[in-house]
């Protein structure tokens, strides 16, 4: 069984930063090979893609809002995903899920950025 948990979220005055870790567990064969990735959802809006990190590192991909802000990376000899988010706005607030491949998603952290 794969579990996903997320945490690093809190109160942030906007331009600042905070960097969120997902620990993730499972067989090991199962988690290292899969893609791992961030998305978020704000009150009363979809959940929606961040950021994306292949299981090698190699490859990233971000949402164009988040892009040149967020940087996302892994330590698979940690089983842990990180996303670093700097220059933080009030329209970052949401809560943020840690996703792996195959459809398996975190609780969520909450971030709420304030003006």
């Known amino acids: 069984q794969v579990q996903l948990v997320e945490s690093g979220g809190g109160l942030v005055q906007a331009g600042g930063s905070l960097r969120l870790s997902c620990v993730y567990s499972g067989r090991t064969s199962s988690t290292t090979a899969y893609g791992m990735g961030w998305f978020r959802q704000a009150p009363g809006k979809e959940r929606e893609f961040v950021a994306r990190i292949t299981w090698s590192g190699n490859n990233t991909y971000y949402a164009g809002s988040v892009k040149g802000r967020f940087t996302i990376s892994r330590d698979n000899a940690k089983n842990t995903v990180y996303l670093q988010m700097n220059s933080l706005k009030p329209e970052d607030t949401a809560v943020y899920y840690c996703?792996?491949?195959?459809?398996?998603w975190g609780q969520g952290t909450q971030v709420t950025v304030s003006s």
């Open positions: 996703n792996r491949d195959g459809g398996y």
